[in-house]
């Protein structure tokens, strides 16, 4: 039986991983906050995702900081769909994210709530704001708005409808709401400065008129409030402390200030702006992930080739992994692209904890071993875990017709290619030592099979004689192997940074996807469930499909390979320093050498 993978699906309690994270700005402000008594000590954050796809591990990194700060200062954490543009929303995508961010570690309690909610709270305020005279109902066509709003270093046209009075505008505001007039015929705008040389201050919409179904509401309203006017206020409404928002909303932030400013809200929340997560090999935004399902670039955006979260999890890659990958990478002010190699690192470094070991050969060559007894079958107990006892072991059994990975023999080899070829003497892994003796090919002239012999003495996989030989390969009993299927995948773009180029889908990855369907596993995963993880000795992680394995049917997905690109990159970084040093240690003991002969000569 295999053991099931143990579980690592909650995020840290607060005095654990939480509290070793690295220290950055945002750390900074609260600590300062916190001491200055600014929100009596609290600390709220929200995490706004809008329902309009599914989350990506750019998204994880907003998920890690905001709940991951609530937890570390001992504050909470709320779920906040910001569902205030009901022609792209869907509770296919509300359902999917809760998923999300549990499978990720974390939960919101009894906190979750969607800006709908504050719809009429969230008129109110318009009404208040137009009361104020600070909000009025503007006439303008979205094409005469926009012209209106000017452009950089050129200031914006007053509205004609701006100083509407505000009898006018209520009435209007009101006849908005009951429905009377068209989409895009009139818009509710803030009153602030046509001439702000920040283009957001230029009489920002609050409100246009959408007549279409909202997930929740139903048709209860056809008036709909823009991003910056509900996102802060939903902020303020909630009591948050400390809002964090991507870099792109910088330019928003003295709106967001504008509208505390002049609202009567009780709370008042403060932004702060992080740098999004861009990875290499990839993209992350929700419309150019959609993009890839409905051309048909993948299979949906639960393919394992998507940085989509329910793609890495269908892929095999723990929460904990993408938990790890997060506070790696750190939270910083600068945009930067954070190499794939980094987040295939800290998957394998989860999953080498993880992952009991087992045998199942790729490609399969038939190997026959010509001295063993025809009918016997001998069981080898081997542990899943090199340096883990208590993952226990299985027994696998040997006979006298095995597989073995074609790739891992070669006629005529290079003295350096330490595996299989003819004369040549190889250890099966904990069973025993075998010598090929003969090679057959089919009418083609490929290789169908090997001849192999099997020295009795060296059960276990050791010679008595302490001979030794260079290579162990894996193997896996014919008459017992499970039939399988395994899907390998790469990078699912070519380039390094797709969106650099002029068609950012050009530089898709053709060949991200590899089915091999005659692969062969050994019996002790007949019982495996969907999900389950493994390391196939010397190929790298893998976990059973949760959607098209079956119990007569296998499916495994290469998580990852075991080559570790980011530990060679590390080592190399390592090695130039080192040899930096030395240079220069060489270097001042020339000088040093020099300074003396030079001393020496002079004193003569
Ligand atoms: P996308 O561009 O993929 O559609 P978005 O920012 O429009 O992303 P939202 O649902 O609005 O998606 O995002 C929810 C939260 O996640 C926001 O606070 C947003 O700033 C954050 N977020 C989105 N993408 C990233 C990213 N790449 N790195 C870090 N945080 C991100
Ligand atoms: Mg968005």
């Known amino acids: 039986m295999a053991p099931s993978n143990p579980k690592n699906d909650k995020a840290p309690e607060i005095g654990e991983e939480a509290a070793g994270a690295p220290t950055h700005f945002i750390k900074e402000i609260i600590e300062a906050d916190n001491t200055s008594g600014k929100h009596d000590g609290r600390v709220a954050t929200r995490f706004p995702p809008e329902p309009n796809g599914y989350l990506h591990i750019g998204h994880a990194k907003s998920i890690c900081l905001n709940f991951g700060l609530a937890a570390e200062f001992g504050g909470t954490c709320n779920l906040r769909f910001d569902d205030t543009n009901p022609s792209k929303e869907e509770v296919e995508y509300v359902n999917a994210i809760m998923a999300d961010v549990r499978w990720l570690g974390y939960d919101w309690d009894h906190r979750l709530y969607y800006s709908s909610d504050y719809f009429d709270k969230l008129y109110e305020l318009a009404v208040g704001l137009i009361n104020k005279g600070k ?5 303008l066509s979205a094409e005469e708005g926009r012209k209106g709003r000017g452009a950089f270093g050129k200031p914006g046209t007053n509205s004609p409808f701006r100083d509407r009075g505000v009898e006018e505008n209520l009435d209007l505001f009101g006849r908005m709401r009951a429905g009377e007039f068209d989409e895009g015929s009139r818009v509710l705008r803030a009153k602030i400065d046509m001439a702000a040389p920040n283009m957001n201050l230029r009489d920002p919409t609050l409100y246009r008129i959408l007549k279409a179904e909202h997930h929740r509401t139903g048709d209860k309203w056809c008036i709909y409030p823009t991003y910056d ?3 802060g206020q939903s902020d303020a409404l909630e009591a948050i402390t400390h ?14 200030d504008w ?3 002049n609202l009567d809200v009780e709370h008042r929340p403060r932004q702060i702006e992080f740098a999004k997560l861009n990875l290499s090999y990839t993209v992350l935004s929700k419309r150019r992930l959609l993009e890839m399902v409905t051309d048909d670039f993948v299979s949906g955006w639960d393919d394992p080739r998507m940085p989509t979260l329910v793609g890495l999890r269908r892929r095999g890659i723990p929460a904990a992994a993408i938990r790890n990958f997060c506070d790696r990478v750190g939270v910083a002010k600068r945009e930067g692209v954070v190499d794939i190699t980094l987040l ?3 998957i394998r470094e989860e999953l080498n904890e993880t992952s009991p070991r087992v045998m199942g050969v790729l490609r399969p060559l038939k190997v026959v071993i010509e001295n063993y007894p025809e009918d016997q079958v001998e069981e080898f107990d081997c542990p899943y875990h090199p340096v883990k006892p ?3 072991t299985r027994k696998v059994p040997f006979s006298r017709v095995l597989y073995i990975e074609r790739g891992d023999f070669m006629e005529n080899a290079p003295k350096k290619f330490y595996r299989l070829d003819v ?12 010598t090929c003796t003969d090679v057959i090919k089919d009418e083609a002239g490929e290789i169908i099979e090997l001849r192999c012999s099997y020295d009795p003495d060296t059960r276990g996989g050791n010679a008595p004689d302490g001979r030794k030989v260079k290579s162990t390969m894996h193997w896996v009993s014919v008459p017992h192997a499970l039939g399988a299927q395994v899907r390998l995948y790469d990078r699912l773009f070519g380039a390094q940074n797709p969106l650099e180029g002029d068609d950012w889908k050009a530089s898709f990855n053709a060949d991200s996807l590899e089915v091999l369907t005659d692969c062969a596993v050994e019996p002790s995963l007949a019982s495996a469930e969907a999900g389950f993880q493994v390391q196939f000795e010397r190929q790298g992680y893998f976990c059973v499909d949760t959607v098209d394995s079956a119990p007569d049917k296998l499916v495994f997905n290469r998580t990852v390979s075991l080559r570790d690109a980011w530990a060679k990159i590390q080592k190399a970084q390592q090695q130039n320093q080192a040899s930096q040093k030395k240079n220069k240690q060489k270097n001042k003991n020339k000088q040093k050498n020099k300074n003396k002969q030079q001393n020496k000569q002079e004193s003569k």
């Open 135 to 139: 909000a009025y109902v503007c006439d």
């Open 243 to 256: 809002s964090l928002c991507t870099l792109e909303f910088e330019n928003h932030r003295p709106l967001y």
């Open 229 to 231: 006017f509900a996102h």
């Open 344 to 346: 295939e690192h800290a």
């Open 423 to 434: 004369g040549r003497e190889v250890r099966l892994r904990y069973a025993y030592l075998i």
């Open 390 to 392: 208590e993952m226990g």
């Open 259 to 261: 509208f505390l400013d």
